[in-house]
């Protein structure tokens, strides 16, 4: 066991908890332990945690505060146990080992409903504390950090069509820049609300025999789109998987589910758009490590087969979640430079 594998286990009897009988290592500094009266938890070591100490937004505190409201609101998430403020060590209840991204890569859909159902209650449940919660905001993800991502985003997404019109030897329809333009203003235009920062497949559990997702990681905190959050938290890209691909839980039938869901008559086209700008951000990431970019070197090794990927991204891109026409445009002009006869991805 490594030394600070070694201090999270002695930091959990040090609380007054049971000796531990075993451990076993789900991630960098995360390990699951099972101590003598055979309860499963989770020893998760802040590695940064000595960074934040003293401010609003210190990690340990952030996250075991955020993760017991939400608890205690009803939401699916982790109960904790505690936290060591030395060894820097939070304790949680173990949830399960197969993450939501496993379940989309296994084409597991029943988990839709309890996705969208979880992340609905625990975006509720923040709204309704908004006030306690805004000045714990990381500064990383405040409302101005928010707006210079979106930016970001913007211009990969061009970038992103750019370059798969550049792979099948396409002209760029000259219409797809400013239906994106629009897009991205309206959506810059919503509410963001607070959340966890960290939204991805590998941040969400299933239940072991059950349907119920469990979200983690809550240590930051800030501004972004619910729509946002969603499209990611259902997005697998199978990283470091040899069989992994691109997948996604949404369709038309779970965007209806989620309009519902958070009882606003836009978000079905919020969530539209947002797939579409994730799509093509995952495009243009693709093509840079296609290219072999310096910068997209690292993603190389966890994703395997990248150009099965962006084949499976231009596919899926195609596919609409809700009745909008500039949505329809946007993919019935992006749809004839993908399929003409110019070129094969
Ligand atoms: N309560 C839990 N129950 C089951 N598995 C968990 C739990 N907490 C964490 N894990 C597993 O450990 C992995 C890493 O945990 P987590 O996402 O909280 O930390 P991290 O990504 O290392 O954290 P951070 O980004 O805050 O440094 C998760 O993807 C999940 O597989
Ligand atoms: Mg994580």
Request: hydrophobic content about 40%; aromatic content about 6%; some cysteine.
């Amino acid at each position: 066991m490594s030394l600070v594998g070694s201090a999270a286990t002695a930091a959990y009897v040090r609380a007054g908890h049971p000796p531990v009988r075993a451990i076993a290592p789900l991630a960098e500094g995360v390990w699951r332990i099972e101590d003598a009266d055979g309860r499963k938890v989770v020893v998760k070591h802040q590695l940064f945690g000595r960074l934040t100490q003293g401010t609003a937004y210190d990690l340990l505190e952030v996250e075991r505060d955020v993760l017991g409201f939400l608890h205690r609101a009803g939401c699916p998430v982790p109960a904790v146990l505690g936290i060591d403020r030395e060894a820097h060590c939070i304790f949680l209840q173990w949830v399960g080992d197969r993450t939501l991204d496993d379940a989309i890569q296994d084409g597991d859909r029943a988990t839709t409903i309890q996705a969208i159902r979880g992340l609905c209650a625990i975006e509720r449940a923040f709204s309704q504390r908004a006030d306690q919660l805004e000045p714990r905001v990381v500064p990383s993800a405040n409302r101005a950090a928010l707006a210079a991502a979106w930016d970001e985003a913007g211009e990969r997404a061009h970038a992103g069509i750019e370059q798969l019109c550049r792979r099948l030897q396409r002209s760029l329809d000259a219409g797809l820049r400013p239906l994106l333009e629009t897009m991205h203003d309206w959506l810059a235009a919503r509410p963001a609300s607070l959340g966890s920062v960290d939204y991805n497949a590998r941040n969400a559990i299933v239940e072991p025999g059950g349907t119920r997702i469990y979200f983690l990681e809550f240590a930051k905190i800030g501004w972004d789109w619910t729509e946002r959050r969603l499209t990611q938290y259902t997005s697998s890209m199978g990283s470091g998987r040899q069989d992994g691909r691109m997948r996604s839980l949404l369709d038309a039938p779970a965007a209806h589910l989620y309009a519902e869901e958070s009882g606003r008559s836009d978000s079905a086209r919020a969530l539209n758009y947002h797939r579409i700008f994730f799509l093509l951000n995952s495009a243009a990431l693709l093509c840079a490590v296609l290219d072999g970019e310096p910068h997209a070197q690292a993603l190389r090794q966890h994703w395997k087969r990248p150009y099965a990927r962006l084949r499976q991204c231009a596919a899926m891109l195609s596919q609409d979640l809700s009745t909008d026409p500039s949505a329809a445009e946007f993919r019935s002009r992006l749809q004839l430079c993908l399929s003409s006869s110019g070129g094969t991805l």
